[in-house]
């Protein structure tokens, strides 16, 4: 009954190092999302994807990419840590064919949380 | 495009008291309405839904109706406890999905 599962639980990083954050999903959904959780904000959309191989920016791309060569995993890579960048991060699946309805939840990760010093 | 709107916080309230979040949305669809809660330390959960007009979601005492008319989906508890002390997230789905900012809700004993 593991869901999404993300890894690691927290990290520190230096400017300018890089780093990849693991989500992974063993509901067989479709839909994957990154969002980032800034203190006191909601959630931003880093990127999506809608199945295997198919990735799309979502409204805060900047200085992240990502991957989806299975439908399971959907790793999020910062290439050059910035400050800005230290956030929570969550990963999220939602369940949905081509043709997704409209009444399923996303599931949520319990997050990554970055600082960048 | 779609957006919504939650009731700013944080929102301190004592055990058993009333609890009502605030939220109403723009869509230019019919979507879906959803309540996630966030404990400390934890990702987001779905606390209730909603998939059309006059739904209501219901779920450990929270309630939130679909109020087509006036556009809003604001989530209520009769009497809150402790463990309710959460951030709350009114999110919609209407092929995207958009949340709001939150609403942190402490209860104390």
């Known amino acids: 009954n593991a869901g999404v599962t993300q890894t690691p639980k927290f990290r520190i990083l230096k400017i300018g190092q890089s780093m990849t954050l693991q989500c992974t999903q063993d509901?067989?959904?479709?839909?994957m999302y990154w969002y980032r959780q800034d203190p006191g904000m909601g959630l931003k959309l880093i990127y999506y994807?809608?199945?295997?191989?198919?990735?799309d920016k979502g409204e805060v791309p900047n200085g992240y990419n990502v991957s989806r060569s299975t439908t399971e995993d959907f790793p999020l890579r910062l290439e050059l840590a910035a400050p800005s960048q230290t956030s929570v991060y969550f990963c999220?699946?939602?369940?949905?064919?081509?043709?997704?309805?409209?009444?399923?939840?996303?599931?949520f990760g319990d997050g990554t949380r970055l600082s960048i010093l | 495009g779609d957006s919504v709107t939650q009731m700013e916080g944080p929102v301190t309230l004592s055990e058993e008291a009333f609890l009502t979040i605030n939220c109403t949305y723009t869509a230019t669809g019919y979507p879906s309405l959803f309540w996630y809660v966030q404990y400390p330390g934890e990702g987001l959960q779905l606390l209730l839904k909603a998939t059309k007009a006059d739904d209501k979601g219901s779920n450990k005492g929270f309630e939130a109706t679909y109020r087509k008319e006036t556009t809003s989906f604001h989530l209520e508890k009769g009497s809150v406890q402790v463990s309710d002390s959460a951030v709350y997230f009114c999110a919609l789905d209407d092929y995207k999905l958009s949340f709001g900012a939150g609403t942190t809700v402490t209860v104390r004993a």
């Open positions: 509901m067989n959904h479709n839909y």
């Open positions: 999220a699946s939602l369940s949905g064919g081509r043709a997704r309805g409209r009444d399923q939840p996303q599931h």
């Open positions: 994807s809608v199945g295997a191989g198919i990735t």
